[in-house]
């Protein structure tokens, strides 16, 4: 039935909740594997609040584009999309075909994609409006500092923070410009856009 969770989906997620070994489980889920899996954010959410889901942190990127450029560079890379903190990062130039970018199991222009990103955390914000949500995004709450995600994330749970040490680091942290083959012709396609900013960020 349209906008049912797979069974086995659903019996996959019960099944790790009951393996568990703590007292607490969660897992990632990226707004781009809802069309993956095959329902809609709205049944799945509802599916999780069956079963006993009662916590939600949403993360955030106000500059998609990077996020963008680290996918696209990350392709380049056959998948690499994480260095460990011993490791520095290294650049790589990479091609932005603005008019067909095939990422996240999609093909579809630049345009489309931050368009698309804005709707969909739009979409998950109202979802979540009456859930039990932490709201945090990567520039507040990561890139600077990690640690303040994950003290936020304890104080959320109820639980106490400890002392941590990040085991990965950045891996595109260069100038978009520095990055991208044909910064021009990208430039020139978010020009009067509500993207232009990113750019410069």
């Not at 099944?15 to 007292?23: E, P, T, W």
């Not at 998609?64 to 996918?71: Q, T, V």
């Not at 011993?86 to 999609?106: C, G, P, Q």
Request: net charge negative.
């Amino acid at each position: 039935m349209v906008g049912e969770m797979p069974e086995d989906a659903l019996s996959y997620l019960q099944r790790n909740m009951r393996a568990a070994l703590h007292r607490f489980y969660g897992f990632e889920m990226k707004p781009f594997h809802f069309r993956l899996i095959g329902y809609s954010a709205e049944a799945f959410l509802d599916h999780l609040d069956s079963v006993g889901f009662n916590h939600f942190i949403l993360l955030d990127r106000r500059n998609r584009l990077r996020k963008i450029i680290s996918s696209v560079i990350a392709h380049s890379r056959d998948g690499d999309y994480h260095i460990g903190s011993e490791r520095s990062a290294r650049l790589t130039k990479a091609h932005v075909n603005i008019d067909d970018l095939r990422i996240d199991f999609d093909s579809k222009p630049l345009i489309e994609y931050l368009a698309d990103y804005d709707r969909e955390m739009h979409g998950l914000e109202t979802l979540l409006r009456r859930r039990n949500v932490l709201r945090l995004t990567y520039e507040d709450d990561i890139q600077a500092d990690p640690q303040r995600a994950y003290a936020r994330v304890c104080d959320f749970l109820g639980l106490r923070a400890t002392s941590v040490s990040p085991k990965l680091s950045r891996t595109n942290p260069f100038p978009l410009e520095d990055m991208i083959e044909n910064f021009g012709e990208v430039k020139q396609t978010l020009a009067g856009t509500p993207y232009e900013w990113m750019l410069e960020d």
